[in-house]
């Protein structure tokens, strides 16, 4: 059974772009969520899609928008990149709440 | 609000020591308790998890024990290797209400030979 796949692994933007991001779930799960991992503020909840809808949503500013496909393929997006962006985006799927599979993760890096 | 408090570290123990990482948690509810290792450049994995208080959850050697009375889920181990070093993650999350993980600190872990 293959594991949540994220794409692409490594990332470099420059300050004020956008980016995308991409992730996709284990078969069978309609849940995903995103993370961002930081030094400074650790493992911090994005959002979560559950059949196509964000049903769940953390304490980050407009500038990160998800959306959730019928496949139930994930993507986020950051718009108008700052260097405090520069982290480890990881994303989860699960059937349900006892058990998240997290992906290895984007490293996007912000110059 | 929810919330986990970790161990600080980082810790360092000797191959074949016994291992105890703290973990405390706040929540609203009844939680779901998980453990998360990250290896050096990789994702999460989870290690192991309880689902209701006295449950243990247990994986590769580790244990945890759901304990109510003390809101603690500590991890331990009884003879770490090396292989065993990596950072290690308390979360939990509450079902049926929110989603979403919340997780500690973290807590790197070394294994000297």
């Known amino acids: 059974k293959a594991g949540v796949t994220q794409t692409p692994r490594y990332l470099i933007k420059t300050r004020g772009q956008q980016v995308t991001l991409s992730c996709s779930p284990i078969?069978?799960?309609?849940?995903v969520s995103w993370y961002q991992q930081t030094p400074g503020q650790g493992l911090q909840f994005l959002f979560e899609?559950?059949?196509?809808?964000?049903?769940n949503k953390g304490n980050f500013p407009g500038r990160f928008s998800g959306r959730q496909f019928s496949n139930s393929r994930s993507e986020m997006n950051v718009s108008t990149l700052e260097l405090g962006d520069s982290a480890l985006y990881l994303c989860?799927?699960?059937?349900?709440?006892?058990?998240?599979?997290f992906g290895s993760g984007t490293r996007l890096t912000v110059v | 609000g929810n919330s986990v408090t970790q161990m600080e570290g980082p810790v360092t123990l000797s191959e074949e020591a016994f291992l105890t990482i703290n973990c405390t948690y706040t929540?609203?509810?009844?939680?779901?308790l998980f453990w998360y290792v990250q290896y050096p450049g990789e994702g999460l994995q989870l290690l192991l998890k309880?689902?209701?208080?006295?449950d243990k959850g247990s994986n590769k050697g580790f244990e945890a024990t759901y304990r109510k009375e003390t809101t603690s889920f500590h991890l331990e181990k009884g003879s770490v290797q090396v292989s065993d070093s990596a950072v290690y993650f308390c979360?939990?999350?509450?079902?049926?209400?929110?989603?979403?993980?919340?997780f500690g600190t973290g807590t790197r872990l070394t294994i000297i030979p």
């Open positions: 929540a609203t509810g009844y939680p779901s």
């Open positions: 979360a939990l999350s509450l079902s049926g209400v929110n989603e979403k993980l919340t």
């Open positions: 899609y559950f059949s196509e809808t964000q049903r």
């Open positions: 989860a799927s699960s059937q349900d709440s006892y058990g998240y599979t």
């Open positions: 309880a689902t209701k208080a006295d």
């Open positions: 078969s069978g799960h309609r849940s």
